[in-house]
Nanobody, 122 residues
Framework: QVQLVESGGGLVQAGGSLRLSCAASGRLFSSLAMGWFRQAPGKEREFVAAINWSGGRTDYTDSVKGRFTISRDGAKNTMYLQMNNLQPEDTAVYYC???????????????WGQGTQVTVSS
């Protein structure tokens, strides 16, 4: 079993930045692919970004490319999402996800955090 705890959400003005963190426990962190999803009000949950077990491969949804950066720190068992130039359409609950298989994690991970709210005002 894997436990995931997100932090770092909040309210920011358009053009601002936030960094989300996801602390993992319960399983060897280096064996897991990790990622972020988000769900805006009235919309389905969508994939945002993913990083493989080594950090050597990352993927992003088109709408965040060039603005968001996913990373991981094995010493801290933590994954991050640096979000720059935030826009109102980025407003959503952001969820941390993990899975043993990278390709599966990008669709729907096996493990989930509780989510953290990100609100971007115009």
């Amino acid at each position: 079993q894997v436990q995931l705890v997100e932090s770092g959400g909040g309210l920011v003005q358009a053009g601002g930045s936030l960094r989300l963190s996801c602390a993992a426990s319960g399983r060897l962190f280096s064996s897991l692919a990790m990622g972020w999803f988000r769900q805006a009000p009235g919309k389905e949950r969508e994939f945002v970004a993913a990083i493989n077990w080594s950090g050597g491969r990352t993927d992003y949804t088109d709408s965040v490319k060039g603005r968001f950066t996913i990373s991981r720190d094995g010493a801290k068992n933590t994954m991050y999402l640096q979000m720059n130039n935030l826009q109102p359409e980025d407003t959503a609950v952001y969820y941390c996800s993990a899975d043993e298989i990278y390709t599966r994690m990008k669709v729907r991970g096996a493990y989930w955090g509780q989510g953290t709210q990100v609100t971007v005002s115009s």
